[in-house]
């Protein structure tokens, strides 16, 4: 391409940062070569090639990294990851007009196709056919050169590149501040400390927004959030009912309701506690990504006419985020906790992933991006292996947790169960994503069937209660549950052998005493009866045996909820 203009043609040869779906993560040659940069001959028509200054490490760049997959995208193969850049023009396309080598440009990291409805009104987000840099397959930023559409640079005069690679998460927050309608003097509930929500309290700030309270279950966040925001109102929120969290979050309000929260986590503990906490008609905004399915109060958001609405990535917020970083009225400055250059990548994302550092944004080269994650470093072969072991460790710690927490809930089953439950399955497939390679798929059938699992035993062991109370019978013994189970190990057969001469003698039994059995149905008691109806109903469909069992009290327990945060 003899028309391609470069200022210097680039020496060192292209790098990225890889992962796959092992979760191994290292740092190799990448597209376009240097070779090819030199001679601009890998340019397409509308692009430009972008010497990349600054990269932002992304919470979803951990994610994808550790769990392999975020919903249903899924990290097949070697994939490069980051999409938070800005950098230097350093060769354009003879077909590109608006920008010119030497322009320092931050990078929208998207390419749509421009047919579909939502491209066609303006609302790309919404783009099925949509190229989202770093979400697999398509390769991300995080390299020392990359051709993008020019359509997708925009220019940010002096601006720092760190800054301009701050704009991508400060579009986030614009997306949910637009839609949000944040109004002077809305009082506005901002639930996680994390980059998105540190970013969306200073917009709620800028909005006029008071009071404006922040919360997370993290001290030092809190901490951290004070210093960005001087203002707002700090809450740490504790392990209990997100009913009463929600108190708890209104009385830092002073006894306000928040007519808005963003909901910034996407935790689901910390949706409800939003919606608990939210007034009359107001709005909970969630901009947090969750796992794909959620339990939250449905009847609280009906009764209070309370919006729930949902954000998926952003449209149009880049030039309005330039403006507002080019007059100050957003300072990102503050956000930015550690740098790393391009080649030190690795040590780069176990900072970012691991809470004990503090950071909140840090990259190669000027600055790298990361949410918090739990999760281990890992600089060398040995310590990726210790890291591991105390993964698998802490796994097994959290599902004993679990465990017990089911075993105490034997005896306790409402229409809250479901969430309490939910939570348990949710702290164990977090767990077993940590330790697991492939596993992603997996862990999600796992999550998805625990709960089904530990409510019916829940359920079943609540009928054998009635059951066993009706009759005045005591429940058999631990020891004699041991005793049955060493025998079927040691001699199956024994099983079958049993059962079936158990079926025997009872229809021999049936057949001697028919009058017997009507007289025994005459006499069951009325707890007996409604158990049965009850098991009946759920059966049809009609009803869950936990919600009968907590809303007619027929056993004398009056309901318990799930705890707020795990």
Known sequence: ???????????????????????????????????????????????????????????????????????????????????????????????????????????????????????????????????????????????????????????????????????????????????????????????????????????????????????????????????????????????????????????????????????????????????????????????????????????????REIDLIFQYRYSNTWPRAIRLVENGVIDLSKLV?????????????????????????????????ARRFESTTAKTAEAAKQSASTTASKAAASASEYASKAQEGLSKVSSAAGPAIAGAAKGVANSLSKVGGRTARAVAFVEKQVPTVVYYSKVGAEVAKIVFRGQKMSPPSVETFQTYFQNVWKNPSSLLQSASQAVSETAAKTTQQPASILSRVQNLSRAQLVTAGVVAAECLGFFTVGEMIGRFKLIGYHGEVAPAHH
């Open 1 to 303: 391409m003899s028309q391609t203009a470069t200022i210097v043609k680039p020496t060192k040869a292209n790098i990225g940062i890889f992962t796959n779906p092992k979760h191994d993560l290292w740092i190799s040659e990448a597209e376009p070569t240097v070779e090819s940069v030199q001679k601009g001959d890998g340019l397409k028509p509308g692009e430009v090639t972008i010497a990349i200054k600054s990269t932002g490490i992304c919470g979803s760049d951990v994610h994808f990294w550790h769990a392999g997959c975020i919903g249903p995208m899924i990290v097949e193969g070697d994939h490069i990851l980051g999409h938070e850049s800005a950098g230097q023009v350093i060769a354009v396309h003879p077909s590109v007009t608006t920008l010119k080598v030497g322009d320092r440009v931050a990078i929208e990291p998207n390419v749509i196709c421009n047919e579909c409805e939502p491209c066609l009104t303006g609302r790309y987000n919404g783009c099925e056919k949509v190229e989202f840099l770093s979400t697999p397959p398509v390769a991300g930023l995080l390299r020392r050169y990359v051709n993008h559409p020019a359509a997708w640079c925009y220019k940010i005069g002096d601006m720092s590149y760190e800054n301009g690679a701050m704009l991508e998460p400060l579009s986030v927050a614009l997306a949910g501040m637009q839609r949000s309608g944040i109004k002077l003097g809305d009082p506005v509930l901002v639930c996680g400390a994390g980059p998105i929500g540190l970013i969306t309290l200073l917009c709620c700030k800028a909005a006029g927004a008071c009071p404006l309270v922040i919360t997370d279950i993290d001290e030092g966040r809190l901490k951290f959030a004070k210093e960005v925001c001087p203002s707002a109102i700090t809450h740490k929120v504790e392990r209990m009912s997100a009913e009463d969290s929600a108190k708890a979050i209104v009385a830092s309000f002073g006894g306000i309701e928040p007519a808005v929260t963003m909901e910034c986590t996407g935790v689901e503990s910390s949706i409800a506690s939003a919606i608990w906490a939210t007034k009359f008609g107001g709005t909970v905004f969630v901009i947090g990504v969750g796992k794909n399915e959620l339990n939250f109060p449905f009847m609280r958001c009906s009764t």
């Open 337 to 369: 906790t550690h740098r790393f250059k391009l080649e030190d990548a690795l040590e780069a994302f176990a900072t970012a992933a691991d809470p004990k550092t503090g950071a909140i944004k840090s990259g190669p080269w000027s600055r790298m991006a």
